[in-house]
């Protein structure tokens, strides 16, 4: 997810270099991708948060809609770097337990003789509400968006010639908003991460979706003609290395790294493995699957994070390490020698009690499902397609 913003930053500052008609606008589920964040993290994942404000106020964000994964972060520490950022958090239909609303409900951006209004709404489709519900302070409610999104046009309609909505629902409620509520020039969508190559056409609007993760730049330019027609060609630009990485990025992700690093280091953790991991227990028994697990990059995946000094982030930790933050698992703060690696427990589960009594037998296949936890389709798009031959690159 970082990775795209070395990408992006050097993107848009070259394409406002020709072009300075440009809105950059966000539908949420930006600044953090976490439900659950335990209270031992919550500052590294304030800190990431905070990292990409600053990233996306240097590119010059315009508006950025708030998701449920933004309120995961908490009410109260959204409002302070708010402030603390001059953030221009948009939503129009969240409110607390007094009905007020949490944050503006729109911006107006002026580009060139065109008052462009972007207004943010939260979905309220069961599946939002009950993410909401789940993870989210129980004394918010979400207003109904189609009816927001039309007494907010009402309102500013004299001062705004075209207007953005960035939702953040499923598809078809993009289309009972576009369709629904006159005025609507364009629905940025969020949450459901489609990638639409051709935006949706409802009626002289748009409505574009571009992904997640930061894999792409949405870019959708409009002309309006005379008569109030508007055309609209899309581009979902990957972020490749045809895009080279922005330095100045650079320089403050490697500053967020130190930081993480500084929350997590109890002073002695040292960076190499000194320590026997807990699998060469494994050994004696199990000579061939020991021998072969050595040979495999499971067997050095945390000197992998070393080699990039990310060896304390736990966003990494959790795929490069043994059964991370599970009961006698690698933890973070820790940095538990010997559970460093993906050893044989990160697959075959807690085999505590079978080193007790070999008859207690571990999971003794743990297939396709194990894997995809850290080999997920956003990281190895091919993986589940090529599980046969993957194996038998690790097999033993
Ligand atoms: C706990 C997370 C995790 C699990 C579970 C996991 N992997 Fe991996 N795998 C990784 C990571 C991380 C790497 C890259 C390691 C590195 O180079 O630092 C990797 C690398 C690999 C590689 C390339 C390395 C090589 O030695 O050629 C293969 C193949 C692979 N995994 C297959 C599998 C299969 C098959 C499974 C399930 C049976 C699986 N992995 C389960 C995290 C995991
Ligand atoms: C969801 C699980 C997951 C998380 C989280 C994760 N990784 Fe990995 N990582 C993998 C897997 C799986 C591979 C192996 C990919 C492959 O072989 O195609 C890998 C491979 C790598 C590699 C390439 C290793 C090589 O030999 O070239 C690097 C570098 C890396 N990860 C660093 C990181 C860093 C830094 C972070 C934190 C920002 C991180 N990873 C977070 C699963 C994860
Ligand atoms: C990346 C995941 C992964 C890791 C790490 C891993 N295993 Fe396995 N292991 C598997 C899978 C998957 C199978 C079943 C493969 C099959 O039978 O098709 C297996 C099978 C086994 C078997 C049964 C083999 C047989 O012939 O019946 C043993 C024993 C075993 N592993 C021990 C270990 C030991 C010991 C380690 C650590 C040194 C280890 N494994 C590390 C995934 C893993
Ligand atoms: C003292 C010897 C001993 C040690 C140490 C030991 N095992 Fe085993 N393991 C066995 C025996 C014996 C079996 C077969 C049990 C049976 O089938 O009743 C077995 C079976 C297994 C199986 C299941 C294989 C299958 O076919 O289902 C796995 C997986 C496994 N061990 C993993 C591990 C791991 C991982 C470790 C280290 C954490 C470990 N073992 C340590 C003796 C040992």
Redesign the pocket.
Known sequence: ??GGLYKKTTYLNEYRKTQKNLIVVDSGDLLNEHYKIKDSFISSARLKAELILKIYKSVGIDAINVGELELVLGVDYLKDIEKKYDVPFVSANIVDDKNQLLFKPYVIKKIENLNVGIIGVMGNSPDVIKLMNDNVESSLTVLDPVETVQEKIAEIKDKADFIIVLTHDIMNRNWKIARGVEGVDVIVGGHQKLKLKTPYNPKNNFIVESGEKGQYQGMIEIEIASDGTKTATNTLVPFNDKIIDDKDVKKMIDEYNQEVTKMYTIGTAEKEDTVAPRSIRCNECHEEAYGGWTKT?HA??FQ??V??N?QF?P??????TTRFEEAGGFTVTAQEKDLRNIQCESCHGDSAAHMEDPSVVPQGNPGMET?I????E???PD?QKNYTQEWEKIKH
Do not use: G
Not at 315 to 320: F, G, Q
């Open positions: 997810m970082l990059d050095k995946a992998t994070l080699n990039k990310m982030n966003d990494c930790l959790s795929c490069h894997c936890k850290c080999h997920t956003h990281r190895c993986f």
